[in-house]
């Protein structure tokens, strides 16, 4: 979608085309929770974005695609857009943030796109997610997971289309994710996947920025031989080789 006034330079721009836009998706989205969920699923709030003057001040601007909170308020009652939005400043800038390796990556990455070690990267860069809610801190089941996953890619790119990140970071390699992605993408021409090497991805699609970058979740470099840094390091060295500023 191409808003008629989507080259906003301002966080305070960018937030109120993000709020119109999620405003005209809520009752959609409360829609198709209501008639997938399972009985005893209790989806977390939505997730939506808000922007910061940081993140306009950012020498470039960074946004990475996580599948899905691990926990987010589920209290009911349901969300104005507002609230929404309000939860997402809130976590951001009070940086208590869980010690992990989806955190320690991010922090490197903007630090390797020039974000000083001075300003708070949470803020000066932009988290989102495939799935936009949760439940009980893991994805939502299959049914609700299967109806929701189309229309939060569709919101993605609005979100994109919205706050123009120089770089967007999609942060999974789970097939239940990547089927979906394929699905939407493939509907457009020029969707393609490059191996570039170290399991790092870059994206091609009329609807993502040429900057576009897919890895495993970095929970996984957990888990491999040597230290986390390490292999982090050379992952980002791959994206930075490939950047096209």
Known sequence: MNHPNRFATDALHMN??????????????????DTNKEVNEQPSWPFFMCVSNEYIRAPKKLLVVGQETYGWNNNEPRPCVKEAMDLYRGFVSS????????????????????????????????WTNLSKIDVNKKRPSDQL??????FFIQL?????????PDIVLITTANGK?????????????????????????????EKLPLNTF????????RFKKGKFT????SILDVIERNLTM
Request: aromatic share 16%.
């Open 95 to 126: 940086n208590n943030f869980h010690n992990s390796p989806f955190w320690w990556f991010r922090q490197m990455l903007a630090e390797r796109i020039g974000i000083s070690v001075s300003v708070p990267y949470a803020e000066a860069s932009l």
């Open 177 to 205: 994710y990547n089927w979906h992605m394929n699905h939407y993408f493939s509907q457009y021409k020029n969707w393609a996947k490059k191996h570039l090497e170290s399991s790092v991805y870059q994206l091609h699609s």
């Open 156 to 164: 993605l790119v609005h979100e994109i289309d919205i706050v123009k």
């Open 16 to 33: 109120e085309l993000l709020a119109l836009e999620y405003d005209r998706h809520l009752q959609t989205l409360y829609k198709l929770i």
């Open 230 to 233: 390490d292999k982090a390091n």
């Open 214 to 221: 897919q890895i495993a979740h970095p929970n996984s470099l």
């Open 145 to 150: 997971f299967d109806h929701t996953m189309q």
